[in-house]
């Protein structure tokens, strides 16, 4: 079975700066993927980012990147230039890869992000 | 294209009642979920489905039931509702988790807050 940590129940940055979301993860396949997945108050979930195991780069999308180290099975969000709408609770989660069914999300536990004006 | 669509978005049950949680999607997605998010918890996967006439549980199955006749819509049946049913309940949608598709993002629906007194 797999299973996600998100170690971190709150955090909070100062507008403009930069702030890292921690994320491990347990798993024995090889070939999986990781998402980053945003929360804001009207509770929809909003995929941020996406990572593919096999894929050695590390993806990015405009002010989110990640730092995936998979030998550590550390997944980390980076949010540079925070934003008052970046406000939200975060959330980490594993997708394993299969041709047949038993497809699925495992989530962590989230991490509330604050941002201070 | 809606997305994925979730009714009711509030409902109060009796202990004992029961109630069908609709979800539809207009994606042509293969893949739907059912998710609890109980309070400063991650999310639970209730059951999911692979394809219409497809169905398997999740890690917290009890007290509840799927179908899949089509591929659009997913209901989640709640029999006997309980006061540990209590949670806000997550329907999703996506294409594929096949290693190398493009499209593994899930699509989430706004949630269902429901309470059990």
């Known amino acids: 079975a797999q299973t996600v940590t998100q170690s971190q129940p709150e955090m909070s940055v100062q507008e403009a700066e930069t702030v890292t979301l921690s994320c491990t993860y347990d798993t024995s396949e090889s070939d999986y993927y990781l998402f980053w997945y945003k929360q804001p108050p009207s509770r929809q979930m909003i995929l941020v980012i996406r990572?593919?195991?096999?894929?050695?780069q590390n993806a990015t999308e405009n002010r989110f990147s990640v730092n995936f180290q998979k030998a550590a099975k550390s997944f980390s969000l980076k949010i540079s230039d925070s934003q008052l709408g970046d406000a939200a609770m975060y959330f980490c989660a594993f997708g394993i890869i299969s041709n047949f069914g038993n497809e699925k999300l495992t989530f962590g536990t989230g991490t509330r992000l604050t941002i201070i004006p | 294209n809606a997305g994925v669509t979730q009714t009711p978005k509030f409902r109060i049950l009796k202990i004992g009642q029961s109630m069908t949680l609709q979800c539809a999607q207009d994606m042509n997605h293969n893949y739907m979920y059912w998710y609890r998010q109980d309070p400063g918890m991650g999310l639970k996967l209730i059951y999911y489905s692979v394809g219409a006439g497809i169905t398997d549980k999740g890690e917290v199955p009890n007290g509840y039931n799927v179908s899949r006749s089509t591929t659009e819509d997913f209901p989640l049946r709640l029999e006997l509702a309980a006061p540990s049913q209590t949670s806000v309940y997550f329907c999703?949608?996506?294409?594929?988790?096949?290693?190398?598709?493009?499209?593994?993002?899930?699509?989430f629906g706004q949630g269902t807050r429901l309470t059990v007194v």
């Open positions: 999703a949608s996506s294409y594929s988790m096949v290693l190398g598709a493009a499209n593994t993002e899930a699509f």
């Open positions: 990572q593919e195991a096999y894929k050695q």
